[in-house]
Each structure stands twice: as C-alpha cells, then as structure tokens.
C-alpha cells in the first residue's frame, strides 16, 4: 500500500502549464529549487481580473488592456485590488475587480515589489452568478450531490477570507500545479507515481470544506486558459448512506457516470469534493462488522473503485476532507497523495480573522472609524509587531492602541476555531447593554469577556 505523505511540494520546476499559467512558482530560498528570477529575471505576480457580470468583451482583449494598464502603472505590487483608471474606458466598463495576488510569497509581510521586479500574470474570468444544481434523489429528496460552474460567485472572496500559518494555502496550489503539469506532461505513472488525491484533515471549524472550495475557485481562475471549463461537484456522503440503501450503489454509479461524462471532454476541469470521507469509513466497519447491511459495504466498495478509474483522468481533482486527526487508516485515505493538516489558528491568524472582521463592522458602519477624533487603524499583525517591538513607553498611548486591544482578544482566543472566531463579533455585539454604542475599544474589551465565556462553554 502507498504510504500518504504530509504535504511539503515545495521544489516545482519551472515553465510549463504551473508557472507560466498560474503564477505558482518556487519559493525563494528553497534549497533545491532555483532563485525565484524567473522570467526575465522577475518576480512572477498574479493578477486576477473579474469582468462584470454584463461584460461580452473578451478575455484576450481584457487581457491585453490590463496587461497595458500595468506597464504603464509604476507603482508597487502588494497584495489586494487596485484602482482602475477612469480615463481608461473600456476597461471601467467591463471589469468589476483588478486584484494583486501572492506577492506575500515573495517578500513576506514587511517588503514591498516594485513594478520593474515584476512580471504580471494576468488571469481574466467571469464568475459564475448560477448558484449550484442538485440532484434529487427521487422519493428521497436529498440529493446525492451539488454542482457549480466555476469560478462562483458564491466562492468569491473565500481564499482570501481563510487565514493560516504562512505557506499553507500555497503549498496546495503548488501542489495542484506540479500534479496538473506532470499529467499535462504525460509523465508515466508507474515510474513517478503521483495521483490528484488531496486530504485535508484537523479538528472541526477549521475551514477545511471552505478551504477545498476556495481552492477548486482558485484553480479554476488560475487555469482558465488551459481549461475554459471547470466544474465542482459536492458528494453528499451523507445521503449515500441514506436509508434507502438499495439505492445507494445505483445513486454511486448514477454520479459517477455523470462525472465521467464531463471528464471526457479535455478541455474541462472537475473537482470532486468528498468530505467527511470518515463517514464512508465508519460505514464500512460497521457493515464488516455486521451492524449495517451489507449493501453499506457494497456502496463504499463502489465509490472506491470509481475514485480509482477516475484517477486515470488527467483533468480531475479529488477532494476529500476528514474531523479525524489522529492516524487515518482506511483504505480510503491511504488513496490521497497529499494529506495536509489543518489546525486550529495560530496568534497572527487569529488576529487576522479578527482584524477583518473588525473591518467589516466598520465598513457596515456598526463600529465608529473615528474614536476621540482619531481615525481608527486597525494594523496588520506584521505592522503592529514593528510599532510594539520601536514604541518607547512615553508614546505608547496613540491611535493604533486599538490594534493593541485586538491582539489581547487574539491571545485570549487560543484554542478557538476558525469558526468560533467569526462568529466572535456577533455574539459580543449581542452582548454589549448599549446595542447602539459604535466604540471600537469598547467593543473589544466587551469582545475579550464574550471570549472567556465561550472558552469556559467548550466542552473538555
Ligand atoms: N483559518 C480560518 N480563517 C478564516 N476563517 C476560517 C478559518 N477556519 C474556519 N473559518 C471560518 O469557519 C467557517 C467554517 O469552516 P468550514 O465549515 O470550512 O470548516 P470545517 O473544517 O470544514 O469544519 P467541519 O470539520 O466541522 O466540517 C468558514 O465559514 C470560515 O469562514
Ligand atoms: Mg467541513
């Protein structure tokens, strides 16, 4: 049996589909891999372009005017969307977003690059504004599985709204990189074995089902040339293993020939999610060991065995997500490459997460932006480390004392979820006796108390 590997891709070799598509390129430093001057001995930004949902103008020519609008633009690269200009007309009339990607993975948080370092990968799509479609399971009415035409709308904004430790979120757009560009390549399987199985697995409210979405969204921008054409389509395991079991193996093979009929056409990319895959193994013991019928067993057999011919497809992403941390060691699991383990936040995500959601509150305007005539800053965790590690004692009262607030409520919060945490604001504006007060210190200190609560509400 192949043992599955943690995930750690970090020597992708350069050109090809992976970097000249995607922008998916090598870290720098990274002892094998070459220095990160890549083409023309630049830094390979990404640029993701969304056209407005009424634009029919076409990518290549938006590409191009972006491509120009960038030349001409001699600014620096940091990540976030930058402003179109409004002398330029056609692109204000079809482009709803012009966003700066992953320049982080260069520089980290503290640098900037300047626009003669880099070399712009621009990506033009069009989101999908559809909404999924389900599949009614007859009598049943649950349906066996939910399909979306990526990119979607519902998607947008997910990646980045998902924080972790530095490096993981690329480490698994490399590794979809290298494993699309080995197919692409016609690399022979049984001499490099490598399969486009990836697991994500850790403790529950991590954003492990959120994650595998944002990332099919993202492949699905950062490939779109290769693969105009992309799809999700979400397994429910649950209902699978409905009642109505002598259904189960026709629903299995009923899916999964719907699957492989969007497979067929090359020019389509096809994401499948499973997740909570520990459902189909808790099924399987209990079918062996007797307490389930024996079609249960029959089911999981026929979903393993349809994984498996897919695989042999070059334009499918298996994703598969498990709340099971410890060792996994079902046949199942042991077929993904690539497990990688998502954990609870660590201090600067959690101060992150909470920093954007106190963003948010002040762009709805339910915290005030301006406290004692001050405008309210709220630093990035990197920022405000620079500001404690030089501020003398006598400054220290100043405008970003909220910052300082934040990350005692990010310090108290050890342990929470990244679920937890977003829902964190809410349940202390709840809180607050003066449901109208817009005091963004205020709100902290109430936020710190609501957190205490919660914690000692987590059962041991
Ligand atoms: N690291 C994170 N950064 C930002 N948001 C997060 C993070 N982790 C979780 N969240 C938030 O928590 C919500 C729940 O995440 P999601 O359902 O994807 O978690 P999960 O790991 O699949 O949970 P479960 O194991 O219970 O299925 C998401 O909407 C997301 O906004
Ligand atoms: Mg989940």
Redesign the pocket.
């Known amino acids: 049996m192949s043992v599955p590997m943690e995930i750690s891709v970090q020597n992708v070799t350069n050109g090809g589909i992976s970097h000249d598509q995607t922008g998916i390129v090598p870290e720098p430093g990274v002892a094998s891999s070459p220095a990160p001057t890549m083409a023309e001995d630049k830094f390979l930004v990404s640029v993701e372009v969304s056209l407005k949902p009424s634009s029919t103008a076409r990518i290549e020519d938006v590409k191009l005017a972006v491509e120009r609008m960038l030349e001409k633009r001699s600014l620096s690269y940091v990540d976030g969307p930058i402003d179109i200009p409004l002398s330029d007309t056609f692109l204000v009339d079809n482009v709803q977003r012009i966003c700066i990607c992953d320049t982080e993975e260069w520089v980290g948080n503290h640098d900037i690059l300047l626009f003669w370092q880099v070399k712009p990968l621009v990506h033009v799509f069009q989101l999908s504004e559809e909404g999924p479609s389900e599949d009614l399971d007859g009598d049943s009415q649950l349906s066996s599985f939910s399909e979306w035409a990526l990119p979607a709308k519902e998607f947008d904004g997910?990646w980045e709204?998902?924080?972790?430790e530095s490096g993981l979120k690329q480490r698994l757009l490399r590794y979809a990189a290298s494993a699309l560009l080995f197919t692409e390549k016609g690399v022979d399987p049984f001499l490099v074995s490598w399969n486009r199985i990836i697991l994500?697995h850790?403790?529950?409210?991590?954003?492990?089902?959120?994650?595998?979405?944002a990332l099919a969204q993202k492949l699905s921008i950062r490939f779109s040339s290769r693969y105009p054409h992309c799809q999700l389509v979400e397994v429910n395991a649950h209902s699978l293993f409905s009642k109505w079991f002598s259904e189960s193996g026709k629903l299995v093979a009923k899916l999964f020939q719907k699957i492989q009929d969007m497979v067929e056409e090359e020019n389509n990319l096809i994401f499948v999610l499973i997740?909570?895959v520990e459902s189909l193994a808790a099924a399987r013991k209990a079918a062996l060991s007797g307490s389930e019928p024996s079609d249960s067993i029959r089911v999981v057999n026929a979903l393993l065995t349809q994984m498996d011919k897919l695989k042999s497809s070059p334009n499918v992403i298996i994703l598969t997500?498990?709340?099971i941390t410890a060792a996994i060691d079902i046949a199942f699991v042991d077929r993904a490459d690539i497990k990688a383990y998502?954990g609870?936040?660590t201090l600067q995500?959690r101060y992150?997460?909470l920093r954007?959601c106190l963003q948010e509150l002040l762009r709805a305007g339910i915290l005030s932006s301006s406290q004692d005539g001050d405008h309210v800053i709220l630093l990035s965790y990197a920022g405000l480390k620079d500001k404690l590690a030089s501020a003398t004692t006598e400054n220290s009262q100043s405008h970003w004392d909220i910052s300082k607030y934040l990350l005692e409520a990010a310090e108290a919060c050890e342990g929470l979820?990244?679920?937890?945490?977003?829902k964190l604001p809410f349940l202390t504006h709840a809180a607050l006796v003066d449901s109208k007060c817009h005091d963004p210190t205020k709100f902290l200190r109430t936020m710190i108390n609501t957190i205490s609560r919660e914690r000692s509400e987590i059962p041991e």
């Open positions: 997910m709204s998902l924080i972790y994500l850790g403790p529950p409210g991590t954003g492990k089902t959120s994650l595998c979405k997740d909570e997500t498990s709340n998502v609870p936040p995500a992150e997460i954007s979820s990244g679920r937890s945490l977003r």
